[in-house]
């Protein structure tokens, strides 16, 4: 069954007092290299475009943690008015690299060599039964470097970054959910990194 594109509603919009909203995303983060996601084998609901089921890894490939601490790392996304198609949206991941070291500058001189990614994070608010916990920002077109910065007087002299959507080729839908199954099922996924065993 095709997935429904129309730009009429189709439901109510409602406020669900017993899931108000709640600001921030938990301290650890998936970053993944684009080119290792087998899209193949990604399952979009087919009642729901914005939900993924099922987010595959090529075999012989894994995701990478980002370490957090509180709420040092952040995600964002905006619509972005197109004049003649359809609107689109700038999704945004700011990180943070606590240590300078070494081994983390190799990685971070990485990003800065133009490949794409696709971040998955946890919101702190994850809805009923955490079925909204998860969200996956850049799955479509990826995220590119776009900030990069370190001050010895500042941050107590970490690495700040920023992964973004990159004008003109941004995503067709706000990030996606991900549930395969249940929260359970889903953060089991997530903390084994959407590893894959080499096929």
Known sequence: MPIDCTSILTEEIKFDCAYAPVAGIEQNVILINKEHIDYANVVTDENNRVKTTNLQL??????YLLTGVKQSNG?????????????KFKHTFSGVIFNPTA?????????????KYVVVIEQVWKGELSEDAFE??????????STMTNNSKENDNMIMFE????????EVTMPQTLLDVDYAATKT???????????
């Open 136 to 145: 996956i920002l850049g799955l479509t077109s990826g995220l590119e470097l």
């Open 103 to 115: 081994e983390n500058k190799l990685q971070a001189a990485n990003l800065s060599m133009g490949a």
């Open 189 to 199: 996924a997530f903390n084994n990194k959407f590893a894959q065993a080499a096929g």
């Open 75 to 87: 995600k964002a996304w905006e619509l972005v008015k197109k004049e003649n198609a359809p609107d």
């Open 58 to 63: 090529k075999p012989g490939t894994t995701g």
């Open 163 to 170: 992964l973004a959507s990159v004008d003109g080729y941004e």
